[in-house]
C-alpha cells in the first residue's frame, strides 16, 4: 500500500481496504439498518469478498479508491467511505457508510470530507460526485456540508434519486 494514501484526521484514520478488513466490511455490508438504503443493497459474504478484491483492484488502477475508517484513537471500525466510478457512467462518486454504533457522531462528515480533499487536492480529479435518495435526510446533510451542491435528480425504482456534485474547476462541461 502506497503511504501517501493513508488519510488521518483529527479522529479519524483511513486505510485503503484490504483483506485485513474483511470481518468489519461483512458485518457492515450485512447490517440492513446500513446496507438496505445502499445501491445493491445488504451484500452476502462472497458479494462483500468480490467487492473488497475489486475495490483493491481499484486502488492500483486509479490512486483512489474505498477506505476503512477507523478511530484514530483505538483503531476500532467506524465505516467505510471513498470513491469510484459509477456503474451509470456519471463520474467518480464519493460513497459513504458508518456503522450503526457510529451514526449521528460527525464522523460520515469528516470522512467524506477528506476523501473529497484527497480526490480534488491529490488524485487531480476535477469533479467529484454523489448520489443520495431524496429521503435520505443523513446523507444529503452530509453531502452538503461538505460542499457538494445538488445538481441532477431522477428516479429509480420508485424512488426520487438526487445527485450531487463537486468540481474544482467550475468551466467543466456536465459529464
Request: charged share 20%; aromatic share 6%; with cysteine.
Amino acid at each position: 500500500m502506497n503511504p501517501s494514501w493513508i488519510i488521518r484526521t483529527g479522529r479519524l484514520l483511513m486505510r485503503p481496504v484490504s483483506y485485513l478488513d474483511l470481518p468489519d466490511l461483512r458485518a457492515l455490508k450485512s447490517d440492513p439498518a446500513v446496507f438496505a438504503v445502499m445501491l445493491g443493497g445488504v451484500r452476502g459474504v462472497v458479494a462483500v469478498a468480490d467487492e473488497l478484491a475489486a475495490d483493491i483492484q481499484f486502488w492500483g488502477q486509479h490512486g483512489v479508491g474505498m477506505w476503512a475508517v477507523r478511530a484514530a484513537g483505538d483503531g476500532s471500525f467506524l465505516g467505510l467511505v471513498g470513491l469510484h466510478a459509477r456503474p451509470d457512467g456519471r463520474g467518480m462518486a464519493i460513497r459513504f457508510a458508518m456503522t450503526t454504533a457510529s451514526q449521528g457522531r460527525g464522523y460520515a462528515s469528516e470522512a467524506a470530507g477528506a476523501a473529497l480533499r484527497f480526490a480534488q487536492d491529490r488524485a487531480g480529479i476535477d469533479r467529484v460526485v454523489a448520489v443520495a435518495r431524496a429521503s435520505n435526510i443523513g446523507s444529503r446533510q452530509v453531502l452538503g456540508g461538505i460542499g457538494m451542491v445538488e445538481c441532477d435528480s431522477w428516479t429509480r425504482d420508485g424512488e426520487m434519486m438526487l445527485m450531487y456534485e463537486s468540481r474544482t474547476r467550475q468551466d467543466l462541461p456536465p459529464d
